[in-house]
C-alpha cells in the first residue's frame, strides 16, 4: 500500500526515505533572540519520529533589522546560532529523516512593530494591500548586502548539519517581491524587465553554491500563480522553475499566492484536497529536477494518487503534520482511522499571527511535547475505575489520556453515538472533517480499552452504584435560552435542533439570533431552503473564526442572500416578528419572521456539576461543563487535565 508515497527519492545528493514532505510552517516556539529552544527542537524531533522523509523548516531569518518575520524565529545571521542548530539537525537525523532549513526575510510584509519602529524594506515602495505599511525602496547596495546575508545564512545552516536549504521566495515575501512584476518596478540589475527581476534569486543561489559547494542542495520555493492582477501568473514561473533548473536548483517547491490572497498560501476548510494540484503538474511537466508540492491533503491516499498521476515528486503535508505528527507511520501500518487530521479551522495559524506559540484543535500537545509525551505520562492508575461523562471531544480525549495512564475507564454518553458538540459542529457545508475527528478519536477510545455506554443518563444514583474512584464531568451545556416575552412559543428553536435535524424548517422566513460561528454556520445550512436574517448585538460576526474562513463564509452568506443585522437584540418575539433593539440607542425595530432561531452560545450546567463534586472526593470538569468554549479549548483542558487527575 502506497507504494510511491513511500518510495525513497533524491534531491540533488540527498537520498529522502519516502517522498513525505513536511513544508515550512512558523511556530513562535524559537526564543526572541533568534536561537532555536528546546521545544521548537522536541517538536521537529516527534515529527522526524514519525516518520517523515524530509523536515523544511520554518522561516529562518537571514537579517535581523528588516528580516524579523515573526517574533519567535529561527536565525542564521551568525555564527553564535550553530550550537542549537546542530542539536536541532541531531534530533532529527537520528529517525533517518533529512532537514533543510529555509532561508527568508519578510520584505514588505511586516509591520514595525516587529522591527522595532524600523521602517519595511522591499524592491520598490510599494505597501502590502493586507500590512499596509509604506516600506523603504531598497539602494542597489542594500540589495548586494542582502544576497550576501542569504548566502550566509546557507553556511551557516550547512555548518550545523542540515542537509540542504530552501529560498522562500513565494507568498509575497522579499524574493518574490523580486521575481514579481507587481512589485518590482526597479530600473537598476534587480529590475526592469523578467531576466532582471531574477538577478536577487539567482545571484543568492550562485553564492550559496560558491560557497557551500554542488552537493549541498538548494531548493527554491515559488508562488506557482499570486492571483493577483499584474503579477506573476503560471506561464511565468514555469520559465522561472526552468532557468532556476538550468543553474542548478536541485528542486522546486511549488505553493501559490501572497498575503493579498491569503486563501491560497492558507487555505480554509472550504478548499478541497487538491484544487491547485494543475500548478505544480504544470511545472513538473517542463523541468526535469524534483518538484515538491503542498496541495492542502488531507489523506495519504490523495498522495499516492498525485505521485502516481505526475503532479509532483514529493508530497507535502504541512498542517496534516501539525494535527498528527505519527501520520506517516500510521500510514504504513495501515492505521489511517487512527490518524488525526487537520479540519481546516486554521486555529494554528490564528496564534502564530497573535505572537502566541502554535496551537492545532485536533492535536493539543503541539508545540508542547516537552511537557506532554510518554515520559511525562504518569502511568499509575493502578486499574482504577473513572468514569467519563459525556463523550463529546472533551470527554472523548480525557477518556484516552487516562486510559493510557492505566485508569480503567468508562465513557458513558446519553444519546446512540459518541461525538458530543463534534457531531453538530460537522453538519454545515465544508464541515466534514470534523466528522472525521469523531471517526479518529472513537478509534483511539477502541484502542486505549475504554467501555462505551451509549443511551444512558447519568444520575449521581447511576454514578453511586458505579462507585469509580474519580468522575470526569464532560456532559457540555445548555443552549442558551434569554428571558423575554416570547421565547416559549412552538417556532422558537435552538440551533442545536436545526443543525441535528431535530426540526425541520423549509419556505420560512427565518431569524437567527446570534451571530458566531454556530449562527453563522447555522445560516449557511439553513438558506438553503429559506430566507434568512442574521441578527448580533455586537458590531461584527464570526470573529472567532479565522480571517480566511470568517471571509469565505461570509461570502457564502452573502450569495445565499443571507441579511446580516449588528447592533442589534432581540427583545421580544410574537408570533409573525421579533422586536430588536438598539444596544446603545434604544430604538427598538420589528423583523417579521415565521421562525426564530437561537444561536446564542451554552452555559455550564453547574447544578449537575455541583451534585457530582459533592458527591465524589476526585472529579474532573472539562469543555463546556466548565467554561463554554470552542473545541480547541475543550481537547487542551481535556488533555492537560488527565495528565495530573
Not at 507504494?3 to 511556530?27: C, Q, Y
Not at 528546546?38 to 528588516?66: F, H, N, P, Q, S
Not at 472533551?394 to 454518553?413: D, F, W
Not at 453547574?606 to 451534585?611: A, D, G, L, P
Amino acid at each position: 500500500m502506497y507504494e510511491k508515497l513511500f518510495a525513497t527519492g533524491m534531491i540533488g545528493s540527498v537520498e529522502i526515505k519516502n517522498r513525505i514532505v513536511m513544508p515550512p510552517m512558523g511556530t513562535s516556539l524559537s526564543s526572541f533572540t533568534g536561537e532555536a529552544t528546546d521545544e521548537v527542537i522536541r517538536y521537529y524531533e516527534e515529527r522526524a519520529k514519525g516518520g517523515c522523509g524530509l523536515i523544511i523548516t520554518e522561516i529562518a531569518r537571514i537579517d535581523d533589522v528588516t528580516g524579523i518575520g515573526e517574533p519567535g524565529q529561527l536565525s542564521v545571521t551568525s555564527g553564535k546560532y550553530i550550537r542549537k542548530l546542530v542539536q536541532l539537525t541531531e534530533a532529527v537525523h537520528k529517525y533517518d529523516s533529512k532537514i533543510f532549513l529555509q532561508l527568508h526575510h519578510p520584505g514588505r510584509q511586516v509591520s514595525r512593530s516587529l522591527l522595532n519602529g524600523v521602517q519595511p524594506v522591499a524592491p520598490s515602495a510599494i505597501p502590502c494591500g493586507v500590512v499596509k505599511e509604506m516600506p523603504r525602496a531598497l539602494t542597489t547596495e542594500e540589495c548586494d548586502d542582502l544576497v550576501e546575508k542569504f548566502i550566509r545564512g546557507a553556511v551557516v545552516a550547512k555548518t550545523a548539519g542540515f542537509d540542504g536549504v530552501e529560498l522562500h521566495g513565494a507568498h509575497g515575501y522579499l524574493i518574490n517581491e523580486f521575481l514579481s512584476p507587481y512589485t518590482n518596478k526597479r530600473t537598476d540589475k534587480y529590475g526592469g524587465d523578467f531576466f532582471k527581476r531574477l538577478t536577487f534569486l539567482t545571484s543568492i543561489v550562485k553564492g550559496i553554491q560558491a560557497a557551500c559547494g554542488p552537493k549541498f542542495p538548494v531548493s527554491v520555493r515559488i508562488s506557482a500563480d499570486e492571483f493577483i492582477e499584474g503579477g506573476l501568473k503560471l506561464e511565468d514561473t514555469i520559465q522561472i522553475a526552468k532557468i532556476l533548473e538550468a543553474q542548478g536548483v536541485a528542486a522546486i517547491d511549488v505553493s501559490a499566492g501572497t498575503y493579498e490572497t491569503g486563501y491560497a498560501v492558507i487555505e480554509p476548510q472550504f478548499l478541497p484536497e487538491g484544487w491547485k494540484k494543475h500548478l505544480a503538474k504544470a511545472i513538473r511537466e517542463e523541468v526535469s529536477i524534483p518538484v515538491i508540492a503542498v496541495n492542502n491533503l488531507k489523506y495519504p491516499k490523495t498522495a499516492e494518487l498525485f505521485l502516481e498521476e505526475g503532479i509532483c515528486d514529493f508530497a507535502s503535508f504541512g498542517r496534516a503534520f501539525l494535527a498528527d505528527p505519527y501520520w506517516p507511520n500510521k500510514a504504513k501500518a495501515r492505521q489511517e482511522e487512527l490518524i488525526h487530521k487537520c479540519i481546516g479551522c486554521l486555529q494554528c495559524f490564528k496564534t502564530v499571527f497573535n505572537g502566541k506559540p502554535i496551537e492545532c484543535t485536533v492535536n493539543p500537545i503541539v508545540g508542547r511535547e516537552l511537557r506532554y509525551n510518554d515520559q511525562t505520562l504518569i502511568k499509575d492508575g493502578d486499574g482504577r475505575e473513572v468514569v467519563v461523562v459525556g463523550a463529546g471531544p472533551g470527554g472523548m480525549h480525557a477518556a484516552i489520556v487516562l486510559a493510557k495512564r492505566g485508569y480503567r475507564v468508562t465513557l458513558v454518553e446519553k444519546t446512540d453515538s459518541l461525538g458530543g458538540t463534534l457531531k453538530t459542529a460537522e453538519q454545515p457545508p465544508a464541515k466534514q472533517m470534523i466528522g472525521e475527528l469523531i471517526k479518529t478519536l472513537a478509534a483511539e477510545i477502541r484502542d486505549a480499552g475504554v467501555t462505551v455506554i451509549l443511551n444512558q443518563e447519568v444520575t449521581i444514583e447511576w454514578l453511586q452504584e458505579m462507585n469509580p474512584f474519580g468522575v470526569v464531568v464532560a456532559c457540555g451545556g445548555s443552549p442558551i435560552v434569554p428571558r423575554i416575552e416570547g421565547v416559549e412559543q412552538e417556532h422558537v428553536v435552538t440551533a442545536e435542533d436545526v443543525l441535528l435535524k431535530k426540526v425541520t424548517i423549509e419556505n420560512q422566513k427565518v431569524v437567527i439570533i446570534g451571530g458566531g460561528v454556530t449562527g453563522l454556520e447555522t445560516a449557511e445550512v439553513m438558506a438553503m431552503n429559506n430566507h434568512v436574517t442574521v441578527v448580533e448585538m455586537s458590531n461584527s460576526v464570526g470573529n472567532a473564526l479565522y480571517t480566511s474562513n470568517r471571509m469565505m463564509l461570509l461570502n457564502h452568506l452573502k450569495e445565499a442572500n443571507v441579511s446580516i443585522q449588528t447592533n442589534r437584540m432581540l427583545d421580544k418575539i410574537n408570533g409573525d416578528h421579533v422586536l430588536l433593539k438598539e444596544p446603545d440607542m434604544g430604538f427598538e425595530h420589528e423583523l417579521p419572521c415565521d421562525s426564530v432561531v437561537l444561536a446564542l452560545g451554552v452555559t455550564p450546567r453547574r447544578s449537575f456539576v455541583k451534585s457530582i463534586q459533592e458527591s465524589f472526593a476526585h472529579v474532573m470538569v472539562v469543555g463546556d461543563a466548565n467554561k463554554p468554549g470552542q473545541i480547541v479549548d475543550s481537547m487542551k483542558e481535556a488533555n492537560d487535565k488527565a495528565y495530573v487527575f
